[in-house]
């Protein structure tokens, strides 16, 4: 089976700091995707990748940059961390099969 | 642009009861359709997909769902609700020409009465 991790499951940040949230996946998949899940909104496209150093904006990018250097890990970054980016934050990887997700970071920026 | 939406913020169930959770997406083509669910603290986790074919689709767990084009609805359903099928439950569109990015809709939250 196919495994995303994220190397957090909390994270508690300050106002104003750089944060970076981790996603690896297994399976040498091309496609990986950052949402962000917030109640009654169900998850929002953040950023997604199709290959290395290849990046493109989903659908609310603003605050937030992502990195891929190797094929099995993408980066979230909060370039400055605000209160309201507080949320569930999921990575997922995708092949023609569908989409795996991982267990998700719940960041709180205080 | 497509979109998707569960109108059931929350649904309450009693165990053994039969359940329906609504989807309605809007999409100009035929879509890829996906149901997931996530159990607390958990991500989320594949239920069924339609792609194409029996517009009746079998899952996990013993879920379906029916892909209703003339209705763009894509409904879940199950005979009998386990106290364990308390969770919340996602459905998603994707767009069959730009790399199947999925657009998710609210969610509803299902609680299982004994």
Known sequence: DVKVTQSSRYLVKRTGEKVFLECVQDMDHENMFWYRQDPGLGLRLIYFSYDVKMKEKGDIPEGYSVSREKKERFSLILESASTNQTSMYLCASRTVYGYTFGSGTRLTVV | ?114
């Not at chain 2, 109108?7 to 996906?34: M, W």
């Not at chain 2, 996602?90 to 999925?102: I, R």
């Open chain 2, 1 to 114: 642009a497509q979109s998707v939406t569960q109108p059931d913020i929350h649904i309450t169930v009693s165990e053994g009861a039969s359940l329906e959770l609504r989807c309605n997406y809007s999409y100009g083509a035929t879509p890829y359709l996906f149901w997931y669910v996530q159990s607390p603290g958990q991500g989320l986790q594949l239920l069924l997909k339609y792609f194409s074919g029996d517009t009746l689709v079998q899952g996990i767990k013993g879920f379906e769902a029916e892909f209703k084009r003339s209705q763009s609805s894509f409904n879940l359903r199950k005979p009998s609700v386990h106290w364990s099928d308390a969770a919340e439950y996602f459905c998603a569109v994707g767009e069959t020409n730009a790399g199947n990015m999925l657009t998710f809709g609210g969610g509803t939250r299902l609680m299982v009465k004994p």
